[in-house]
Protein backbone atom coordinates (compact mmCIF):
# COMPACT_ATOMS: atom_id res chain seq x y z
CA UNK A 1 0.00 0.00 0.00
CA UNK A 2 1.21 3.80 -0.36
CA UNK A 3 3.10 5.49 2.01
CA UNK A 4 2.74 9.03 3.82
CA UNK A 5 2.86 11.58 1.03
CA UNK A 6 2.36 9.04 -2.46
CA UNK A 7 -0.48 9.11 -4.01
CA UNK A 8 -3.99 6.70 -3.19
CA UNK A 9 -4.00 3.99 -5.59
CA UNK A 10 -7.30 2.75 -6.57
CA UNK A 11 -8.41 0.12 -8.68
CA UNK A 12 -12.29 0.04 -10.11
CA UNK A 13 -13.30 -3.25 -11.41
CA UNK A 14 -15.87 -3.09 -13.83
CA UNK A 15 -16.75 -5.36 -16.83
CA UNK A 16 -18.02 -1.89 -18.75
CA UNK A 17 -15.77 0.17 -19.67
CA UNK A 18 -15.14 1.92 -22.69
CA UNK A 19 -14.88 1.47 -26.09
CA UNK A 20 -18.19 -0.58 -24.81
CA UNK A 21 -21.36 1.50 -25.52
CA UNK A 22 -23.56 1.59 -22.01
CA UNK A 23 -23.94 4.69 -19.47
CA UNK A 24 -22.04 2.75 -17.24
CA UNK A 25 -19.26 2.18 -19.34
CA UNK A 26 -19.28 6.18 -19.92
CA UNK A 27 -19.36 7.07 -16.42
CA UNK A 28 -16.31 4.98 -15.71
CA UNK A 29 -13.90 5.86 -18.33
CA UNK A 30 -14.80 10.01 -17.94
CA UNK A 31 -14.66 9.28 -14.18
CA UNK A 32 -11.07 8.00 -13.75
CA UNK A 33 -9.68 9.88 -16.06
CA UNK A 34 -10.80 12.87 -13.94
CA UNK A 35 -9.31 10.94 -10.67
CA UNK A 36 -5.99 10.35 -12.71
CA UNK A 37 -5.83 14.34 -13.44
CA UNK A 38 -6.84 14.82 -9.71
CA UNK A 39 -2.94 12.81 -9.24
CA UNK A 40 -4.24 9.76 -8.17
CA UNK A 41 -2.69 6.55 -9.01
CA UNK A 42 -5.66 5.09 -11.76
CA UNK A 43 -5.97 1.45 -12.73
CA UNK A 44 -9.11 -0.30 -14.27
CA UNK A 45 -9.54 -3.93 -14.36
CA UNK A 46 -12.25 -5.36 -16.73
CA UNK A 47 -13.00 -7.66 -19.85
CA UNK A 48 -10.68 -7.89 -22.96
CA UNK A 49 -13.51 -5.92 -24.81
CA UNK A 50 -11.52 -2.91 -23.15
CA UNK A 51 -8.02 -4.45 -24.52
CA UNK A 52 -7.25 -1.02 -26.81
CA UNK A 53 -8.55 1.28 -24.34
CA UNK A 54 -5.96 4.44 -23.56
CA UNK A 55 -6.90 6.68 -21.07
CA UNK A 56 -3.62 9.24 -20.07
CA UNK A 57 -2.94 8.26 -16.34
CA UNK A 58 -5.25 5.14 -16.29
CA UNK A 59 -3.57 1.66 -16.35
CA UNK A 60 -5.98 -1.00 -18.09
CA UNK A 61 -5.76 -4.42 -17.29
CA UNK A 62 -7.97 -6.14 -19.78
CA UNK A 63 -7.90 -9.74 -18.95
CA UNK A 64 -10.95 -10.72 -16.92
CA UNK A 65 -13.02 -13.39 -18.91
CA UNK A 66 -14.97 -14.72 -16.58
CA UNK A 67 -17.49 -13.47 -14.19
CA UNK A 68 -17.67 -16.12 -11.72
CA UNK A 69 -16.30 -17.20 -9.20
CA UNK A 70 -12.80 -17.59 -10.93
CA UNK A 71 -13.13 -13.57 -10.86
CA UNK A 72 -12.33 -14.13 -6.72
CA UNK A 73 -8.50 -14.99 -8.02
CA UNK A 74 -8.35 -12.58 -10.68
CA UNK A 75 -9.43 -9.73 -8.94
CA UNK A 76 -6.82 -11.12 -5.70
CA UNK A 77 -4.39 -11.37 -8.02
CA UNK A 78 -4.66 -7.78 -9.50
CA UNK A 79 -4.44 -6.69 -5.73
CA UNK A 80 -1.41 -8.44 -5.06
CA UNK A 81 0.20 -6.82 -8.07
CA UNK A 82 -0.85 -3.13 -8.04
CA UNK A 83 -1.61 -3.11 -3.67
CA UNK A 84 -4.45 -0.39 -4.12
CA UNK A 85 -5.23 1.69 -1.13
CA UNK A 86 -8.89 1.59 -2.63
CA UNK A 87 -10.95 -0.99 -4.82
CA UNK A 88 -14.03 0.87 -6.26
CA UNK A 89 -16.36 -1.79 -7.38
CA UNK A 90 -18.94 -1.12 -10.06
CA UNK A 91 -22.55 -2.87 -9.33
CA UNK A 92 -25.48 -3.40 -11.79
CA UNK A 93 -27.46 -6.62 -11.75
CA UNK A 94 -26.86 -7.62 -15.55
CA UNK A 95 -23.04 -6.73 -14.87
CA UNK A 96 -21.00 -9.64 -14.27
CA UNK A 97 -22.80 -11.69 -16.41
CA UNK A 98 -25.63 -11.66 -14.07
CA UNK A 99 -23.43 -13.72 -11.67
CA UNK A 100 -23.73 -13.53 -7.88
CA UNK A 101 -19.95 -13.90 -7.44
CA UNK A 102 -19.72 -10.43 -7.48
CA UNK A 103 -21.26 -9.99 -4.12
CA UNK A 104 -19.24 -12.31 -2.27
CA UNK A 105 -15.77 -10.51 -3.83
CA UNK A 106 -15.62 -8.14 -0.61
CA UNK A 107 -15.80 -11.72 1.62
CA UNK A 108 -13.09 -14.04 -0.63
CA UNK A 109 -10.83 -11.22 -0.60
CA UNK A 110 -10.58 -10.61 3.22
CA UNK A 111 -10.31 -14.33 3.25
CA UNK A 112 -7.25 -14.10 1.11
CA UNK A 113 -5.77 -11.36 3.41
CA UNK A 114 -5.94 -9.02 -0.47
CA UNK A 115 -8.69 -6.42 0.63
CA UNK A 116 -8.15 -2.90 0.51
CA UNK A 117 -11.03 -0.76 1.52
CA UNK A 118 -14.23 -1.15 -0.74
CA UNK A 119 -15.98 1.74 -2.22
CA UNK A 120 -19.15 -0.01 -4.10
CA UNK A 121 -21.51 2.39 -6.53
CA UNK A 122 -25.00 0.96 -6.70
CA UNK A 123 -26.14 1.88 -10.49
CA UNK A 124 -29.23 -0.02 -9.37
CA UNK A 125 -30.80 -1.78 -6.07
CA UNK A 126 -31.58 -5.19 -8.33
CA UNK A 127 -29.83 -8.53 -7.26
CA UNK A 128 -27.58 -10.25 -9.88
CA UNK A 129 -29.76 -11.29 -12.62
CA UNK A 130 -28.60 -14.97 -13.06
CA UNK A 131 -28.77 -16.33 -9.62
CA UNK A 132 -31.35 -17.53 -8.04
CA UNK A 133 -33.93 -15.80 -6.24
CA UNK A 134 -32.36 -15.92 -2.73
CA UNK A 135 -28.63 -17.20 -3.62
CA UNK A 136 -28.90 -13.71 -5.30
CA UNK A 137 -30.57 -11.50 -2.90
CA UNK A 138 -27.82 -12.54 -0.34
CA UNK A 139 -25.13 -12.31 -2.59
CA UNK A 140 -26.46 -8.47 -3.30
CA UNK A 141 -26.44 -7.87 0.63
CA UNK A 142 -23.26 -9.70 1.07
CA UNK A 143 -21.86 -6.83 -1.64
CA UNK A 144 -22.98 -4.11 0.36
CA UNK A 145 -22.59 -5.22 3.91
CA UNK A 146 -18.99 -5.70 2.38
CA UNK A 147 -18.04 -3.08 1.32
CA UNK A 148 -16.71 0.02 3.65
CA UNK A 149 -18.55 2.89 1.72
CA UNK A 150 -21.56 2.60 -0.79
CA UNK A 151 -22.53 5.31 -3.05
CA UNK A 152 -26.29 5.72 -5.18
CA UNK A 153 -27.25 7.86 -7.62
CA UNK A 154 -29.98 8.93 -6.43
CA UNK A 155 -32.58 9.41 -3.22
CA UNK A 156 -34.90 6.40 -4.16
CA UNK A 157 -31.71 3.83 -4.03
CA UNK A 158 -30.58 5.76 -1.18
CA UNK A 159 -33.90 4.89 0.56
CA UNK A 160 -33.58 1.45 -0.84
CA UNK A 161 -30.38 0.88 1.09
CA UNK A 162 -31.31 3.06 4.16
CA UNK A 163 -33.70 0.14 4.67
CA UNK A 164 -30.73 -1.11 6.76
CA UNK A 165 -30.08 0.69 9.45
CA UNK A 166 -26.51 -0.61 10.18
CA UNK A 167 -25.52 0.78 5.98
CA UNK A 168 -27.03 3.81 6.32
CA UNK A 169 -24.21 6.01 7.60
CA UNK A 170 -22.19 4.73 4.92
CA UNK A 171 -24.20 5.10 2.17
CA UNK A 172 -23.60 8.54 -0.21
CA UNK A 173 -25.99 10.25 -2.76
CA UNK A 174 -23.63 11.17 -5.78
CA UNK A 175 -25.35 11.92 -9.09
CA UNK A 176 -24.06 10.53 -11.82
CA UNK A 177 -23.92 14.07 -14.18
CA UNK A 178 -23.59 14.52 -17.65
CA UNK A 179 -22.46 11.83 -19.88
CA UNK A 180 -21.72 14.64 -22.92
CA UNK A 181 -19.04 17.45 -22.54
CA UNK A 182 -20.24 20.77 -23.56
CA UNK A 183 -18.30 21.45 -27.45
CA UNK A 184 -17.39 24.82 -27.74
CA UNK A 185 -18.64 26.34 -30.41
CA UNK A 186 -20.06 29.45 -32.35
CA UNK A 187 -22.88 31.56 -32.78
CA UNK A 188 -22.40 31.12 -36.77
CA UNK A 189 -21.85 27.40 -35.72
CA UNK A 190 -24.71 27.07 -34.40
CA UNK A 191 -26.81 28.85 -37.04
CA UNK A 192 -25.29 26.79 -39.40
CA UNK A 193 -26.20 24.08 -37.85
CA UNK A 194 -29.82 24.62 -37.38
CA UNK A 195 -30.35 25.06 -41.02
CA UNK A 196 -28.77 21.69 -41.29
CA UNK A 197 -31.42 20.33 -39.46
CA UNK A 198 -34.58 22.47 -39.33
CA UNK A 199 -36.64 22.88 -42.22
CA UNK A 200 -37.06 26.58 -41.40
CA UNK A 201 -34.89 28.87 -39.96
CA UNK A 202 -37.75 30.05 -37.75
CA UNK A 203 -38.05 26.35 -36.47
CA UNK A 204 -38.79 26.15 -33.06
CA UNK A 205 -36.39 23.34 -32.03
CA UNK A 206 -37.10 20.70 -29.54
CA UNK A 207 -34.65 17.68 -28.72
CA UNK A 208 -35.28 14.67 -26.77
CA UNK A 209 -31.61 12.70 -26.76
CA UNK A 210 -30.20 9.01 -24.64
CA UNK A 211 -31.20 5.86 -24.98
CA UNK A 212 -34.76 5.06 -26.84
CA UNK A 213 -36.69 2.57 -24.88
CA UNK A 214 -40.53 2.04 -23.43
CA UNK A 215 -40.67 3.89 -20.35
CA UNK A 216 -38.50 7.03 -22.02
CA UNK A 217 -42.10 8.40 -23.08
CA UNK A 218 -40.98 8.86 -26.65
CA UNK A 219 -44.61 7.88 -27.88
CA UNK A 220 -46.33 10.48 -25.58
CA UNK A 221 -43.65 13.29 -27.12
CA UNK A 222 -44.48 11.84 -30.30
CA UNK A 223 -48.58 12.66 -29.39
CA UNK A 224 -47.88 15.95 -28.42
CA UNK A 225 -46.07 17.13 -31.61
CA UNK A 226 -49.01 16.17 -33.31
CA UNK A 227 -51.41 18.13 -30.86
CA UNK A 228 -49.13 20.70 -31.54
CA UNK A 229 -48.32 20.99 -35.41
CA UNK A 230 -51.78 22.92 -36.30
CA UNK A 231 -51.19 26.13 -33.63
CA UNK A 232 -47.63 25.84 -33.62
CA UNK A 233 -46.67 24.69 -37.52
CA UNK A 234 -42.86 25.52 -37.17
CA UNK A 235 -42.42 23.25 -34.52
CA UNK A 236 -39.48 20.60 -34.86
CA UNK A 237 -38.02 17.14 -33.14
CA UNK A 238 -34.84 15.93 -33.04
CA UNK A 239 -34.44 12.67 -31.76
CA UNK A 240 -30.97 11.50 -30.76
CA UNK A 241 -29.23 7.92 -29.44
CA UNK A 242 -29.78 4.49 -30.06
CA UNK A 243 -32.78 2.23 -29.20
CA UNK A 244 -31.88 0.60 -26.06
CA UNK A 245 -32.05 -2.76 -24.61
CA UNK A 246 -35.89 -3.43 -24.62
CA UNK A 247 -35.72 -6.92 -22.37
CA UNK A 248 -35.83 -9.37 -25.38
CA UNK A 249 -33.07 -11.94 -25.28
CA UNK A 250 -31.34 -11.65 -29.12
CA UNK A 251 -32.06 -8.30 -29.71
CA UNK A 252 -34.83 -8.34 -32.04
CA UNK A 253 -37.12 -6.22 -29.92
CA UNK A 254 -34.85 -3.56 -30.77
CA UNK A 255 -35.65 -3.67 -34.55
CA UNK A 256 -39.09 -3.89 -33.60
CA UNK A 257 -39.69 -1.15 -31.23
CA UNK A 258 -37.96 1.77 -33.17
CA UNK A 259 -40.04 -0.13 -36.42
CA UNK A 260 -43.28 0.92 -33.63
CA UNK A 261 -41.73 4.28 -33.33
CA UNK A 262 -41.54 4.75 -37.20
CA UNK A 263 -44.76 4.00 -38.05
CA UNK A 264 -46.07 6.44 -35.30
CA UNK A 265 -44.40 8.91 -37.28
CA UNK A 266 -46.10 8.10 -40.51
CA UNK A 267 -49.42 7.73 -38.82
CA UNK A 268 -49.42 11.11 -37.06
CA UNK A 269 -48.03 12.75 -40.54
CA UNK A 270 -45.16 14.06 -38.72
CA UNK A 271 -41.97 12.82 -40.91
CA UNK A 272 -41.69 16.75 -41.55
CA UNK A 273 -41.57 17.92 -38.05
CA UNK A 274 -39.71 14.48 -36.22
CA UNK A 275 -36.15 13.30 -37.43
CA UNK A 276 -34.65 10.39 -35.76
CA UNK A 277 -30.65 11.03 -35.75
CA UNK A 278 -29.75 7.62 -33.95
CA UNK A 279 -26.53 7.39 -32.01
CA UNK A 280 -23.56 10.44 -32.85
CA UNK A 281 -20.42 11.63 -31.53
CA UNK A 282 -20.77 13.30 -28.35
CA UNK A 283 -19.12 16.47 -30.10
CA UNK A 284 -21.96 16.52 -32.37
CA UNK A 285 -24.62 15.74 -29.78
CA UNK A 286 -22.93 18.80 -27.87
CA UNK A 287 -23.31 21.53 -30.97
CA UNK A 288 -27.07 20.03 -31.85
CA UNK A 289 -28.02 20.55 -27.88
CA UNK A 290 -26.65 24.56 -28.07
CA UNK A 291 -28.51 24.86 -31.32
CA UNK A 292 -31.90 23.43 -29.98
CA UNK A 293 -34.39 25.48 -28.17
CA UNK A 294 -35.86 23.54 -25.57
CA UNK A 295 -35.18 20.13 -24.34
CA UNK A 296 -38.01 17.19 -23.49
CA UNK A 297 -37.66 13.91 -21.45
CA UNK A 298 -40.96 13.15 -20.62
CA UNK A 299 -40.20 10.00 -18.28
CA UNK A 300 -42.74 8.02 -17.67
CA UNK A 301 -41.45 7.04 -14.24
CA UNK A 302 -40.32 10.46 -13.23
CA UNK A 303 -36.59 12.03 -13.37
CA UNK A 304 -33.96 10.89 -11.38
CA UNK A 305 -30.36 11.86 -10.30
CA UNK A 306 -29.53 9.07 -11.99
CA UNK A 307 -30.53 10.39 -15.67
CA UNK A 308 -27.24 12.00 -17.02
CA UNK A 309 -29.64 13.09 -19.84
CA UNK A 310 -30.85 15.90 -17.46
CA UNK A 311 -27.79 17.01 -17.03
CA UNK A 312 -26.00 17.21 -19.77
CA UNK A 313 -29.14 19.30 -21.17
CA UNK A 314 -28.81 21.82 -17.78
CA UNK A 315 -25.01 21.96 -18.71
CA UNK A 316 -25.79 22.71 -22.25
CA UNK A 317 -27.93 25.84 -21.33
CA UNK A 318 -31.46 24.51 -22.78
CA UNK A 319 -34.07 24.80 -20.33
CA UNK A 320 -35.78 21.56 -19.77
CA UNK A 321 -39.34 19.75 -19.70
CA UNK A 322 -39.12 16.53 -17.68
CA UNK A 323 -41.41 14.77 -15.51
CA UNK A 324 -41.64 14.50 -11.74
CA UNK A 325 -42.25 10.82 -10.41
CA UNK A 326 -41.45 9.38 -6.90
CA UNK A 327 -37.67 9.25 -7.48
CA UNK A 328 -37.24 13.10 -8.54
CA UNK A 329 -35.26 14.63 -6.07
CA UNK A 330 -36.00 18.09 -4.26
CA UNK A 331 -32.89 19.38 -6.09
CA UNK A 332 -34.97 19.35 -9.33
CA UNK A 333 -37.98 21.24 -8.12
CA UNK A 334 -36.67 24.35 -6.91
CA UNK A 335 -37.44 26.25 -10.05
CA UNK A 336 -34.58 25.04 -12.48
CA UNK A 337 -36.49 22.50 -14.43
CA UNK A 338 -39.93 22.59 -15.61
CA UNK A 339 -41.87 19.21 -14.45
CA UNK A 340 -44.90 17.31 -15.65
CA UNK A 341 -46.75 14.99 -13.64
CA UNK A 342 -45.88 11.19 -14.63
CA UNK A 343 -46.51 9.87 -16.46
CA UNK A 344 -47.26 12.26 -18.63
CA UNK A 345 -50.18 13.17 -20.87
CA UNK A 346 -49.69 14.49 -24.62
CA UNK A 347 -52.47 16.89 -24.05
CA UNK A 348 -50.71 18.35 -20.87
CA UNK A 349 -47.30 17.92 -22.28
CA UNK A 350 -48.31 19.90 -25.20
CA UNK A 351 -49.43 22.73 -23.27
CA UNK A 352 -46.77 22.71 -21.01
CA UNK A 353 -44.04 23.09 -24.63
CA UNK A 354 -46.38 25.47 -25.88
CA UNK A 355 -46.32 27.62 -22.79
CA UNK A 356 -42.68 27.63 -23.02
CA UNK A 357 -42.08 28.17 -26.84
CA UNK A 358 -44.92 31.84 -26.09
CA UNK A 359 -42.31 32.76 -23.20
CA UNK A 360 -38.68 33.75 -24.00
CA UNK A 361 -37.92 34.83 -20.93
CA UNK A 362 -38.88 32.54 -19.39
CA UNK A 363 -36.49 30.42 -21.29
CA UNK A 364 -33.87 32.13 -20.72
CA UNK A 365 -34.17 31.58 -16.53
CA UNK A 366 -34.96 28.34 -16.26
CA UNK A 367 -31.64 27.84 -19.09
CA UNK A 368 -29.40 30.07 -16.03
CA UNK A 369 -31.15 27.97 -13.08
CA UNK A 370 -30.35 25.05 -14.74
CA UNK A 371 -26.40 25.91 -15.60
CA UNK A 372 -25.90 26.51 -11.80
CA UNK A 373 -27.64 22.92 -11.16
CA UNK A 374 -25.16 21.08 -13.54
CA UNK A 375 -22.02 23.06 -12.37
CA UNK A 376 -22.50 21.84 -8.97
CA UNK A 377 -22.95 18.33 -10.35
CA UNK A 378 -20.13 18.57 -13.07
CA UNK A 379 -17.22 15.93 -13.96
CA UNK A 380 -14.38 17.56 -12.04
CA UNK A 381 -17.04 18.19 -8.83
CA UNK A 382 -18.05 15.26 -8.83
CA UNK A 383 -14.52 13.49 -8.90
CA UNK A 384 -13.01 15.84 -6.10
CA UNK A 385 -16.51 14.32 -3.79
CA UNK A 386 -14.88 10.56 -5.04
CA UNK A 387 -11.47 11.84 -4.10
CA UNK A 388 -12.69 12.48 -1.00
CA UNK A 389 -14.19 9.39 0.02
CA UNK A 390 -11.18 7.19 -0.64
CA UNK A 391 -9.16 9.32 1.25
CA UNK A 392 -11.89 9.06 4.02
CA UNK A 393 -12.25 5.40 3.60
CA UNK A 394 -8.72 4.96 3.43
CA UNK A 395 -8.19 6.81 6.73
CA UNK A 396 -11.02 4.58 8.68
CA UNK A 397 -9.20 1.22 7.72
CA UNK A 398 -6.17 2.41 9.24
CA UNK A 399 -7.49 3.70 11.88
Known amino acids: ?9 VLHL ?42 PGVGISATVESWDRRLWAAVAKEVGDFQPNVLHIHYQQLMYEGDRAIGLLPWALAMRRRRPAI ?7 TPPARA ?48 IPVQPTTEPEMRRLRASVASDEKSFLLVYFGL ?29 GDVGDTGDADGDGRVAYRDRLLDQRRRLNLEDQVKFLGR ?52 FTDGAITLVPAPPDAAGLAEV ?13 LA ?29 SRA
Open 280 to 331: LPEARVSELLQACDLAVLPFLHGASTSHTSVFAALSHGLPLVTTRGPSTPAV
Open 212 to 240: IRPGKGVEVLLDSIAALRDRQPRIELLVI
Open 119 to 125: VTTLHDM
Open 14 to 55: TPHFPPVLSGIADYAGWLTAELAELGLDMRVLTSPRSAQCEI
Open 368 to 396: AKGRELADRHSRPAIAAKVAAIYSAVTTT
Open 353 to 365: IEELMKDPTKRRT
Open 132 to 179: PRIAGRLAFEALMYGSDRLLVSGEAEQRGVSKRPTLRARTTVLPIGSN
Open 1 to 9: MSGKGESLR
